[in-house]
């Protein structure tokens, strides 16, 4: 990450703690005191990417380092809610994108 910028520092720590929880724009907002549009501005220009984005992309990086951590003693269902995952579909799809393996395959592996 770079940390260029201290706001991107403050929202990008306030993400990793609460990476389980809905995180809204409202939540980032209240924690940097900083408006919606700064925020936007600072991804893109730091991160060449939304806080929605950056937000997915630390919950599918997590959930791949919990998945190899337990295998098959945890289920992959519980490992996508525990960080922050509502969706299972969109999980498993967007999971697949990213790593060119579905979360249930990468368990077994």
Known sequence: MDNKHPLLTSACEYIEINLHLKIS???L???????????????????NKSPFEYIEE?????????????????????????VGFRH??????????RFGIHPSALARS
């Not at 900083?34 to 991160?47: A, D, T, V």
């Not at 498993?92 to 994108?97: D, G, P, R, T």
């Open 25 to 27: 724009m409202l939540d």
């Open 88 to 97: 299972l579909g969109r999980f498993s799809v967007n999971f697949k994108k």
């Open 58 to 82: 630390q919950r599918l990086l997590k959930a791949y380092e919990l998945i190899k951590q337990h295998k098959q003693s945890k289920n992959t269902t519980d490992i996508a809610s525990e």
């Open 29 to 47: 907002k209240r924690h940097t005191k900083y408006s919606e549009r700064s925020l936007q501005l600072i991804f893109k220009k730091h991160l």
